[in-house]
């Protein structure tokens, strides 16, 4: 199984186009170590010539200049995206799908929430269908949440719900449903090595950690690194409880979960603007370091 990180942050990328704070200003003028990032996706692939998306930002144009075997290659209009998993709605992982419209009917991968979602407070899929058009295949998570791709013969995945928040458009925003967002266990069927992916995470679920323990990689979410980091920051009163994310630090926190995994590599994505883990020499990355929690980076490739 190959993983490559197409984009590593949040919403809105890093440097994000209207923030000015001690991260994004310091990128723009040069003055912190550290690297830009688009919007999170990663792709997956059994061979390295089929991929499925997991999650279309609104950077996904540019994240497919800058990795070749998404690119065509074999006619004169194709790619090697065979499908597309969802595991939520949010904007920063719905709206790319826009952006492959030239193509040929597109399979999305979803929960019937997200497909509620992307076919009313956001109809996105709604519009593809005068465009490309879309093939749906639901993901359902009664009956142990296995799916299958036809084109990746040697994978099989396992949905899991997780707590976490709807987009602030959905119906269920304060009203959470099993499969608002849900986590996906990825499995090589020839190695048995197994990959667990939840860019967003609320709370660590029982279910959850045990599919951590599980894994031999965990890619998991590195939003905030604590709770009231907005706050902090003078960009808003919303804490990360409340946006859907744990937080890296303080009792509880993603740190502190990792901790206790013994098996696994450990990752952190979908990391906000104003996290200081950005900053490659800051005490909160050295303290990852320690802890031997990496960053994802756009472009960093996973192989298992």
Known sequence: MIVRVLGSAAGGGFPQWNCNCVNCSGLRKGLIKAQSRTQSSVAVSDTGKSWVLFNASPDIRAQIQNFSPLQPARAVRDTGIVAVVLVDSQIDHATGLLFLREGGPLHVYCTDMVYQDLTGGFPVLNLLMHYCGVERHRIELDGGGEFLIPELHGLRFVAVPLESKAPPYSAHRRDPHPGDTIGVLLEDQRSGRRLFYAPALGRIEPHVLSLMEQADCVLVDGTFWREDE???????????????????????????????????????????????????????RAELDRERIEVAFDGMEIAL
């Open 230 to 284: 907005l706050t902090l920051a003078g960009i808003s009163n919303k804490r990360a409880a409340e946006m859907g994310h744990l937080p890296q630090s303080g009792r509880g926190g993603m740190i502190e979960v990792m901790r206790g995994l013994k098996k696994p590599r450990k990752i952190l994505i979908h990391i906000n603007n104003t996290n200081p883990i950005l900053r490659e020499d800051s005490p909160e």
